[in-house]
């Protein structure tokens, strides 16, 4: 086996928030060296159909930022391994920044991950980041402007997410070495490199492994889980097979 670190993406309360402790556990009982938690909203930027889909259906069900808060802090007592916390700008602001990041803090989350509060325009998000000692991770993406880049870098960030693509999360990336130039020039900063949207095979998180500290995968699970609420049957054993086979 591998060792190819994996970051694996959950959305509180799909299908229920019982449910999704379980997916988390056979995630983390697959091997998942971390645990990506979304807050779903109603109208999320980045997210493809499945993601979309499964935020729609944990609203539907009466998810709440309140119930998010108290489903981390149960899912933190179950696993043993690092939760993140991944949500949009909406959610954030209107608990009021500074009384969400003291929310994810008491909730035991090891990171905050905002992709629509960029470093530059992010509402003091990560100030109150290094006030409180939690690392809020920018997110970046392949082109992004080289001066905006060098002022993230600069930062010194313990963690940056990047996309290995532009557009949304879902249909599978190519991978190729303009991809690995760009984790490279990410690397220089020090900051651990989480790589993510549309990875969903061994061989792209293979190739990844070696440029970066985990791959994120996202969709691929949800779809995992989707297709057994489809079919009315536990999901769990699929969920862990296929972290499993990722590494």
């Excluded at 003291?102 to 909730?107: L, M």
């Excluded at 779809?223 to 590494?247: A, C, H, M, P």
Aim: aromatic share 8%.
């Amino acid at each position: 086996m591998a060792d190819n670190r994996l970051m694996t993406h959950l959305v509180a309360g799909y299908p229920t928030m019982d449910e999704s402790v379980k997916a988390a556990l056979a995630m983390a009982e697959g091997g998942a060296s971390y645990l990506e938690v979304q807050f779903p909203f109603s109208d999320p930027i980045a997210d493809g159909p499945l993601i979309q889909g499964a935020c729609t259906e944990a609203i539907k069900r009466g998810f709440t930022v309140e119930k998010g808060f108290l489903f981390v802090n149960k899912l933190i007592g179950e696993v043993n391994i690092p939760v993140f916390l991944m949500t949009y700008a909406n959610l954030v602001l209107a608990a009021g920044v500074e009384t969400f990041v003291k929310k994810a803090i008491e909730s035991g989350v090891s990171g905050l991950i905002i992709p629509d509060l960029p470093y530059d325009y992010d509402e003091g998000l990560y100030e109150l980041g290094r006030q409180y000692n939690i690392p809020v991770v920018p997110v970046v993406i392949p082109g992004i402007d080289s001066v905006r880049l060098g002022q993230i870098m600069n930062s010194k960030p313990l963690y940056i997410y990047t996309a290995i693509r532009k557009g949304i999360t879902g249909a599978k990336s190519s991978i190729d070495e303009s991809t690995v130039e760009f984790l490279s020039s990410l690397s220089r900063s020090g900051s651990k490199i989480l790589a993510g949207f549309g990875i969903r095979e061994k061989d792209q998180v293979d190739f990844l492994s070696p440029h970066v500290h985990c791959s994120v995968i996202g969709s691929a699970l949800v779809e995992i889980i989707k297709k057994g609420v489809d079919e009315n049957r536990d999901f769990t054993g699929d969920v862990k097979e296929f972290v499993t086979s990722l590494q």
